[in-house]
């Protein structure tokens, strides 16, 4: 299996990033690739400019801070197992974002590698330019 994991600081408080990341509506404007995004109480709809993923929420913690989802459509190939986990914690005056990912089949991981590169980039830049 395949497990990937990024991080970034950002300088906001964890309870307001949070707030940002965990809502879906504003995906897009923190993940590069994905252009629009929706949630239908169950699953997480993406449209990006490869097609259309679908994503379970698995877990949404609001104490501990802890968001998991699992793809289960729209992969370029068939997904064994798959699990992303975004972690917002406390780091000083601001938040550290945790970003990981398991994926079987390996294969997979270059594509997933960086799309979450480019997301945890897009979760920097957005918070310095949203102060």
């Known amino acids: 299996m395949a497990t990937l994991r990024f991080d970034t ?3 906001q408080d964890p309870d ?3 707030a940002v990341l965990t809502d879906v509506s504003m ?3 923190w993940f590069p ?3 629009e995004a929706h949630f239908d109480g169950v699953h997480r709809h993406l ?3 490869e097609g259309k993923l679908k994503a379970i929420v698995v877990t949404k913690n609001d104490e501990l801070r802890r968001f998991q989802y699992r793809f289960v459509e729209g992969f370029p190939r068939p997904i064994e197992f798959h699990l992303g986990t ?3 914690l406390p780091d000083g005056d601001g938040s550290r974002v945790v970003y990981s990912q398991e994926i079987l089949p390996e294969s ?3 594509i997933v ?3 979450v590169g480019d997301g945890i980039e897009g979760i920097a830049r957005y918070f310095a330019t949203h102060p």
Request: no cysteine.
């Open 47 to 49: 449209i990006t400019p």
């Open 86 to 88: 975004i972690d917002v």
């Open 27 to 29: 995906i897009p404007a």
């Open 113 to 115: 590698e960086r799309a």
């Open 16 to 18: 307001r990033v949070w």
């Open 33 to 35: 690739a994905v252009q």
């Open 108 to 110: 997979l991981a270059p």
């Open 9 to 11: 600081r950002v300088t």
